[in-house]
Nanobody, 121 residues
Framework: QVQLVESGGGLVQAGGSLRLSCAASGTPFSINAMGWYRQAPGKQRELVADIGSGGRTDYADSVKGRFAISRDSAKNTVYLQMNSLRPEDTAVYYC???????????????WGQGTQVTVSS
């Protein structure tokens, strides 16, 4: 089993920056893609950014040029640097990881508990 623990959320003024971290614990055979999702009140959870085991990244159009996802595979940690924050970025941010328990097993998915990001205008 893989557990994910997020940190780094908080309250920031518009135009400010925050850096989220997500550390994965456990002993999986491999961790494949890791990513960040967010859910604002009354809205569905949406992908913010993800990064594959080879470093390929993907971003939601709304955050391109402002957010950057990175990964330290040795530490099983993924980061999300958020710059030029806007009030519409306010949401609970969740970390996600896809991992394999053993060779040939199906890929499983784990979620963190979420961290609140609030951007004031």
């Amino acid at each position: 089993q893989v557990q994910l623990v997020e940190s780094g959320g908080g309250l920031v003024q518009a135009g400010g920056s925050l850096r989220l971290s997500c550390a994965a614990s456990g002993t999986p055979f491999s961790i494949n893609a890791m990513g960040w999702y967010r859910q604002a009140p009354g809205k569905q959870r949406e992908l913010v950014a993800d990064i594959g085991s080879g470093g390929r990244t993907d971003y939601a159009d709304s955050v391109k040029g402002r957010f950057a996802i990175s990964r330290d595979s040795a530490k099983n940690t993924v980061y999300l640097q958020m710059n030029s924050l806007r009030p519409e970025d306010t949401a609970v941010y969740y970390c996600n990881a896809h991992w394999m328990p053993a060779p040939g097993w199906p890929v499983l998915s784990s979620w963190g508990q979420g961290t609140q990001v609030t951007v004031s205008s």
